[in-house]
Structure formats: structure tokens, C-alpha cells
């Protein structure tokens, strides 16, 4: 099951994937728009966001309400930021969160926030954990895995956090054997 609770048959286009992939060919001013979207609260970044969802062919259904829109713009916002000024795409499903993470030298502290917050002070720590990669240059990262952190079901919120744990500290016991 994937994190959008699909089983078997036809694969739907990957929204997360779509989004990191448009973001190098959106202007500077929209990527900037997206990286300021929770200071700002444009409603032109949150056109933005739209038109980034349209592109990926998310049904309306899935994200016309607040709370919906909500976690969009939260993906949108993160891939913004780790994209930055240079336009790089911030998804690579080949790197998972947690390992960037401890790459980055985010405190264990930092990691247990991140993995225990629920709610607004989820998307605190997820925004600053956004911004901490942004500036350790570890600007690609598997995106589904914030996606999957902030879907409104539990397994697969629980799931994700569980897997940014065990990353970060697969990782971590990884860089301790290397001579």
C-alpha cells in the first residue's frame, strides 16, 4: 500500500514527484512566493500551489478543503525551500528524510521534535527541518516521506516517523564505523 493507500492496478502520476520536477522551471518569484507562503499567506503563492497540483493531476477532491490544501502547501513550501534559488528539484526518492538528516548534523534533540510533534507544531518542525537542510546543502530528499508525515491517517503518519527514525540512525551507526 502506498501512502495515498492505493493497492495493486494502475499507478497514479506521483504528485510529490510531479511537484519536485516542476519546481526548477517555476520563476524565481514563484519558487520565492512558495518559500515564504507561511509568513505571507498570499493567496498568490497559494495559486501557485494550485496550478503545481493541477500539473500533477491531484483531483480538486483531494485538495479543495483547508486542511487538504493545508498539507499541500506545507510539500509545496518544503520543496520551495530545499529547492532554492538555484532551482534544483528536491525530490529523490533514492534519499530518504532521515538520512538527510543526520547528514546535515540535525540533533537527535531536534529528531525526536520532529517524530513526537502532531498538529501546528508538526508543521513547525517540519518547516524548520526544511530550512536546516536548505543550509546544510542536503537539498534532495524523498518528499513522500513529509507527505506521509502529514496525511490524516494515523498508520501512515506513524509509519513515516517511524522511517525518518530508523534512516536517521541506520545513518548515523553508519558514519561511526567508518574509519
Request: charged share 25%.
Amino acid at each position: 500500500m502506498d501512502v495515498d493507500g492505493h493497492e495493486g492496478g494502475a499507478t497514479p502520476k506521483d504528485p510529490v514527484a510531479s511537484i519536485g520536477g516542476q519546481l526548477p522551471h517555476l520563476s524565481t518569484g514563484n519558487r520565492a512566493a512558495l518559500r515564504r507562503i507561511f509568513l505571507t499567506r498570499s493567496a498568490d503563492a497559494d495559486g501557485v500551489v494550485m496550478g503545481l497540483l493541477s500539473a500533477a493531476e491531484v483531483p480538486e477532491a483531494e485538495w479543495r478543503g483547508p486542511a487538504s490544501l493545508k498539507r499541500w502547501r506545507l510539500i509545496a513550501h518544503v520543496a520551495a525551500t530545499l529547492s532554492g534559488t538555484a532551482g534544483v528539484n528536491p525530490h529523490s526518492p533514492m534519499r530518504p528524510l532521515g538520512q538527510a538528516l543526520q547528514a546535515a548534523g540535525f540533533s537527535e534533540n531536534r529528531l525526536m521534535r520532529l517524530t513526537t510533534a502532531r498538529g501546528p507544531a508538526l508543521i513547525d518542525q517540519i518547516v524548520h527541518a526544511a530550512r536546516y537542510l536548505a543550509q546544510a546543502g542536503q537539498v534532495q530528499i524523498d518528499l513522500r516521506t513529509v507527505r506521509a508525515l502529514v496525511s490524516d491517517r494515523a498508520d501512515i503518519a506513524e509509519d513515516a516517523r517511524l522511517r525518518i527514525a530508523r534512516d536517521y540512525y541506520s545513518a548515523a551507526y553508519k558514519a561511526k564505523e567508518k574509519p
